[in-house]
């Protein structure tokens, strides 16, 4: 497998800075090709404050927002505000606002209600439950990301972030303390502290949950010098390695499932999609975040048993996916893949270059120390173009939830068949929820290469969004973007639904795209796009923080 990937071997945009706004209504009607950077900051700008504007006026303080007919509601079920939306979006705002030219002035004062609401109307003290993961990655990984970028910016008072992220962590910390294991159970009471377990899946917490919580508690114990945050997450690997023999029965592959009091997997379900994707990115971002080795050991034998067990080619353009073993490593093959698998390209290609350029990373020692990081390279560049493909090859160039990649004898079965025949869309998989996984890709590709072909790509996709998702786009007063039911029918069916990744992610991506000189050496994001900084190591190792388990 390692020579069938290394294998794997793989318009320019105009750089033009316009320093003057430059009407909406002429971007629908602006070809991507010809966009400048400035251009394209300026539409990604106003695309953001359409949404923005939009939820502020009739949603504001709200988890949920519905962009069709203007309702909300709150997550918990006492309809207490987590400020899913709000957390969730401010260092959005904070790196659209260091970068603007057409609307600083408006993102500084967005920022600063949104401090105002954080600080003085948002009080984690709620008695319900929430969800572990969901809580910890978009409410803890924003206030930890506005702390830094607040400081780092110096916009609005970056004490009122950090204080509410230890009283949110503190609240969340106590799920670990749910079992022996551990491994928390998947949701937690924020005032009492009580963690409940999975009311399906037999009570299985999903494996992808309980490790996709440490970038954001490690950051936590390096800011308030507090280890307890930092051992309490570090302790659900140890079993869940052990218990399974997972480094040689599963190749560094997991299962999607785990049972919390013993650490053994439920079930044989393998895939690099929903309930299996963060696993991976987490082992990856924990080695450049705090530089623990074993991380990066761990990561580098999963790439390996993804490679041998899960990556293929669809018939007739050999477009690069990965799919599924439903019925475990033995079983039949899948060739399904989520859109959620979409952020491995941009995965790869971090773990290939750590954040340098990839002709600075070859001059690098390190480089040559691993031969797979060539390999990962190039399959990065591969993955990133067959996900930029499930946009391109759509009526409305936006990308379905789901779709089957083509292996020449797959029956149509009434789906939907891409232009070029490589995959396919079941009927209930046609929706487009404005996910950031290909953008995601898209940006690393670009700031790590220097190709411009990525910008061309994130152009069209924003174009695609524009001319698709948007409502009541003649109307200045009205115009925002939603969900699709369906994004393979032209005209698109909207949803009654705007995502808090919307904001959070997918636009965060496409704008830091087309930034010049950002410096991934020195930032690693959470999996819901909250940028922390690299820690440093004299101060880890001060303070103690370094890893406590070895296998």
Request: proline fraction near 3%; include cysteine.
């Amino acid at each position: 497998m390692k020579s069938l990937v290394s294998a794997v071997i793989s318009t320019v945009v105009a750089i033009v800075a316009i320093a003057y706004y430059v009407p909406w209504n002429t971007y629908s009607e602006r070809k991507p090709a010809g966009a400048g950077v400035e251009e394209m900051k300026g539409q990604i700008e106003t695309m953001f404050l359409a949404s923005w504007r939009d939820y502020s006026k009739y949603g504001w303080g709200y988890d949920v927002y519905d962009t069709i007919n203007h309702n909300f509601h709150n997550m918990p079920r006492d309809n207490r505000p987590l400020g899913w939306i709000i957390v969730d979006s401010v260092d959005t705002l904070m790196l659209m606002y260091n970068s603007s030219v057409l609307y600083k002035s408006e993102f500084e004062a967005e920022i600063l209600k949104s401090e105002e609401w954080i600080g003085n109307v948002l009080d984690f003290d709620i008695d319900a439950e929430v969800n572990l993961f969901e809580t910890t990655i978009r409410m803890l990984g924003g206030l930890l990301s506005a702390y830094h970028l607040s400081d780092l910016l110096e916009v609005g008072n970056k004490t009122v972030y950090l204080n509410k992220a230890i009283d949110l962590g503190d609240r969340l910390a106590l799920a670990f303390l749910s079992t022996q294991s551990g491994i928390p159970y998947s949701s937690i009471n924020l005032r009492s502290g009580r963690a409940i377990k999975n009311h399906v899946d037999g009570g299985a917490s999903s494996t992808a949950e309980f490790t996709t919580l440490q970038m954001e508690f490690k950051y936590l114990a390096y800011l308030t010098e507090n280890r307890t945050y930092w051992d309490l997450v570090e302790r659900v690997y140890e079993p869940l390695y052990k218990n399974n023999d997972l480094l040689n029965a599963y190749d560094g592959l997991v299962p999607i499932y785990t049972f919390p009091e013993t650490g053994k997997f439920s079930g044989s379900n393998v895939r690099f999609g929903s309930r299996g994707d963060s696993f991976y990115e987490y082992l990856l971002k924990q080695y450049l975040l705090t530089h623990e080795t074993l991380y990066y050991d761990l990561y580098r034998k999963s790439m390996q048993g993804m490679k041998k067990h899960l990556l293929a080619h669809s018939k007739p353009s050999s477009l690069w996916y990965i799919g599924e073993r439903e019925e475990g490593l033995q079983g039949k093959f899948s060739s399904k893949m989520d859109h959620l698998v979409c952020f491995m390209g941009g995965l790869l290609a971090s773990g290939a270059t750590e954040g340098l350029s990839v002709n600075e990373a070859r001059e690098r020692p390190f480089f040559s120390l691993f031969p797979d990081r060539q390999n990962d390279w190039l399959l990065a560049k591969e993955l990133t173009h067959t996900c930029y493909q499930m946009y391109n090859q759509t009526p409305s160039g936006l990308a379905p939830e789901i779709v089957v990649f083509n292996e020449g004898n797959t029956e149509q079965n009434g789906w939907w068949q891409s232009s070029s025949g490589d995959f396919f869309v079941k009927p209930l998989d046609r929706h487009n929820l404005q996910r950031p996984e290909t953008v995601e890709s898209i940006m690393f590709m670009y700031h790590l290469s220097h190709d411009n072909k990525y910008r061309q790509w994130g152009a069209d996709i924003a174009s695609s969004f524009l001319e698709n998702s948007c409502i009541d786009c003649d109307d200045l007063n009205l115009r925002r973007f939603t969900s699709l039911s369906d994004c393979i029918v032209l005209p698109t069916k909207k949803s009654n639904n705007m995502e808090s990744f919307w904001l959070a992610e997918t636009l965060k991506y496409l704008y830091i795209l087309f930034l010049d000189d950002f410096d991934l050496t020195k930032v690693v994001f959470n999996t819901e796009a909250h940028p922390f900084p690299v820690l440093d190591e004299k101060i880890l190792k001060s303070l103690s923080l370094t890893t406590g388990w070895s296998l």
